[in-house]
């Protein structure tokens, strides 16, 4: 209804943030362009915080869609699991399913596939969002 009131070409408000939508104000490309580096020079851990409404992850979606072929982003949301239920969710995201319960041996097929991406010049990026 409001699409054709206000005559947008796309519905705003769908469940998925678009970073089509994105209104880039300066501090929000200078933590972008922050996070895009921190990335590509292979630090190992960030993290963003906010207030709830603030667009955390709006932002991680503008992340994502910005970021070149070799890195695989995996986007875990709400990741309120074991350790060892989540590897097996990033080992499933990596087309590596494992039927191996122990955490131990679940981590040496992470480690494996994380192996075999440097082998590739690739990085992993693991996105826990809340």
Known sequence: MYTDFYQFSEKPFEDNPDPIFLYSTASYQEILVSILRWIKEDHAFAVITGEPGVGKTFFIHT????????I???FVPNP???F???????????????????ETALFDRF????DQMMAQDKTLLIILDE
Do not use: F
């Open 63 to 70: 992340l994502v869609s910005r970021l070149d072929e070799k």
């Open 72 to 74: 695989a982003p995996i």
């Open 80 to 82: 309120i699991i074991t």
């Open 84 to 102: 060892r239920d989540l590897l097996r969710q990033i080992l499933l995201v990596l087309k590596q399913p494992s039927r191996e319960e122990m």
């Open 111 to 114: 480690t494996g596939v994380l």
